[in-house]
């Protein structure tokens, strides 16, 4: 079984791999994320501000992805200009939006992979009652980390104590456990150099728990 370790290295060097797109015209760019995963799908993000309008600043990026034979789309969304530049291997998406002085947005590039084949599972131990509902998983200069949103639809007190058992179980000291308003709980944990920050929650949509975990694994 291939280690979280060499797993995190395996998406990093599909991520150093991905197209660095040029900071706009009369702008600058600079990294959200160098190298994540969104619910399995590696990917670069940049937010970037130009003095270029947002219609300007797509076309100076379609005109660059035409001449280069590449599959463009724009499309828009409320106040944001969607550009989207599909090649062989990369999908590469600017969204941009205008500002008092020019505009800004970001620019995300990842790989292109059967979505339907990406695992979305995290080895943070959790209660067999949550489920994901959404994974970020980063690699900052070899600091791994994951944001990882889960639900069940058992109560935030019956979790909390689930979570903590079986944290402890695992090996995890409890560093820190507080009530906030509405019964939600804080979890704090470690283990090790490892380092986690729960938020439980009531979930209004399914009235059951939504659970954010912050995870430093290194």
């Known amino acids: 079984m291939q280690s979280p370790s060499a797993a995190a290295s ?9 197209t660095d797109l040029p900071a706009p015209p009369q702008g600058q760019s600079e990294w959200i994320a160098r190298s994540m995963r969104m619910n399995g799908l590696p990917m670069t993000i940049k937010s970037f501000s130009s003095r270029l309008t947002a219609d300007d600043l797509c076309q100076h990026y379609e005109s660059a992805g035409l001449r280069q034979h590449v599959a463009t789309r724009r499309s828009r969304n409320g106040e944001w200009l969607l550009l989207a530049m599909n090649t ?3 999908t590469i998406t600017v969204q941009a939006h205008n500002t008092v002085a020019g505009s ?4 995300t590039v990842s790989p292109t992979l ?3 084949r990406l695992k979305i599972e995290t080895k943070f131990p959790r209660p067999s009652t949550t489920s994901i509902v959404n994974l970020q998983e980063y690699d900052d200069e070899g600091i791994e980390s994951e944001l990882i949103s889960l639900a069940s639809t058992r109560s935030i007190a019956v979790e909390a104590q689930t979570f903590m058992d ?16 509405g019964g939600g709980r804080v979890i704090e944990a470690q283990k ?6 729960l938020n439980l929650m009531r979930n209004q949509a399914q009235h059951g728990t939504a ?4 995870w430093k694994k290194s």
């Open 104 to 107: 800004e947005g970001t620019i």
């Open 10 to 18: 395996d998406f990093t060097r599909i991520t150093r791999s991905l």
């Open 88 to 90: 062989r291997n990369e």
């Open 192 to 197: 090790g150099a490892q380092h986690a920050l």
């Open 114 to 116: 059967d979505v339907a």
């Open 211 to 214: 659970i954010v975990v912050v």
């Open 166 to 181: 079986k944290l402890r179980r695992a090996g995890w000291q409890i560093q820190q456990r507080a009530a906030q308003s």
